[in-house]
């Protein structure tokens, strides 16, 4: 009877049995990354599936929610191609009734860039705390948008947070969409329709 085949020492092995070991893990990972999808390469910067993501018909949610905030809120007419993936209220701190209110409307741009909109009765320093999880965010200076002045607060490599202030409402602009595209929002925000307080 012949014995079995032992696996031969590791001083035995050659750089070539290396080489091929690495082969075959590199193609099983390829294999599983193809069957999955779980693996995507994006030279540009992040962007985001628009097909994987709910339209929301965010003029209709804002005439609801305008019911049920105090403070007048705009409905933006953004730029053809984009479109609303999102639309929330809630308090700006939940353990502080006080703290004020705010309407969230998430965009994505044609490009597939997400901004977030925030409309709110509470303070700039409140808003700013709520959105960055009270940490301390350096302004960069302001812009200006048709007569609206904004505080840009963020490093430079973070996603930019523009703060102003609209007929007494608070107005906060954030994401990963271009300044172009900040500018587009803010623009769309100046000139679109107000909706009186309580609907």
Known sequence: MTEPPRKPPRSAMTLRDMLVAIGVLALVVVV????????????????????????VDAPAELRD?????PFALRVPGVPPGWRSNSVGQDRVDPADEAAGRSVRVGYLTSEGRYLRLVQSDATEEALLAAETGAAAVPARGT???????FVVYGAPDD???????????????????TEQDFQALAGALLTGERLPVGG
């Open 143 to 149: 812009t200006d948008v048709g007569g609206l002045t």
């Open 65 to 69: 929610l305008a019911r049920t905030v």
């Open 159 to 177: 996603e930019p947070i523009w703060i102003g202030e609209l007929d007494g409402v608070r107005v906060l602009i954030t994401g990963s969409g």
């Open 32 to 55: 599983i990354g193809g069957v999955t999808r779980g693996c995507t390469f994006s030279p540009g910067g992040p962007t985001v599936d628009q097909g994987a993501l709910p339209v």
